[in-house]
C-alpha cells in the first residue's frame, strides 16, 4: 500500500477467510497430490518415502475446515465491488465471518501496523 501512494494510487487489502473452494476442498487437493506424486522421479519418491504420501492424504482437519467455510462466495466479491467502485474505499476489508472474528483485534490497529504484523 505505501509503495503505491507516491504514484497517487490507492490500494485496497480484501482479506477473506474461509470459502468453500477447489482449494479448500480436502478430496480434490488430496487427488491433486497424488496426481503430482506419480509425476514424481523415482528417486524423489524413495527420498521421500512411501509413509510421506500417506500421511499427506489423511489430513481430518482439513475436512473439518471445509464443512466450517462458507459457500457464500458473494461475501467476497460484494467487497472487492465495494473497494473497485467506492468513492472512498476502505483500505481493509475482511470477508466472511471467521476473518472478521480473527482480524478484529487488527482493525483496530493503525493500518501501517497491521501491515507490519
Same mark, same amino acid.
Given at each position: 500500500r505505501r509503495e503505491m501512494r507516491p504514484f497517487g494510487v490507492h490500494v485496497s487489502i480484501v482479506e477473506p477467510g474461509g470459502f468453500q473452494t477447489g482449494m479448500t476442498d480436502s478430496v480434490r487437493v488430496v487427488k491433486g497430490f497424488r496426481h503430482l506424486w506419480e509425476r514424481?522421479?523415482? #528417486? *524423489? !519418491? %524413495?527420498? @521421500?518415502? &512411501? &509413509? @510421506?504420501? #500417506?500421511?499427506? #492424504? @489423511?489430513?481430518?482437519?482439513?475436512?473439518?475446515?471445509? !464443512?466450517?467455510?462458507?459457500? !457464500?462466495?458473494?461475501?467476497? *466479491?460484494?467487497?472487492?465491488? &465495494?473497494?473497485?467502485?467506492?468513492?472512498?474505499? &476502505?483500505? !481493509?476489508? %475482511? %470477508?466472511?465471518?471467521d476473518a472478521r472474528f480473527v482480524l478484529l483485534p487488527l482493525s483496530y490497529c493503525p493500518a501501517w501496523l497491521t501491515d507490519a504484523a
Open positions: 514424481l522421479p523415482a #528417486e *524423489t !519418491r %524413495a527420498a @521421500y518415502g &512411501h &509413509h @510421506y504420501l #500417506e500421511t499427506c #492424504e @489423511y489430513i481430518p482437519i482439513s475436512v473439518l475446515l471445509y !464443512r466450517l467455510c462458507s459457500s !457464500r462466495l458473494s461475501h467476497v *466479491t460484494s467487497v472487492m465491488v &465495494h473497494a473497485l467502485l467506492a468513492r472512498f474505499p &476502505h483500505s !481493509r476489508y %475482511a %470477508a466472511g465471518w
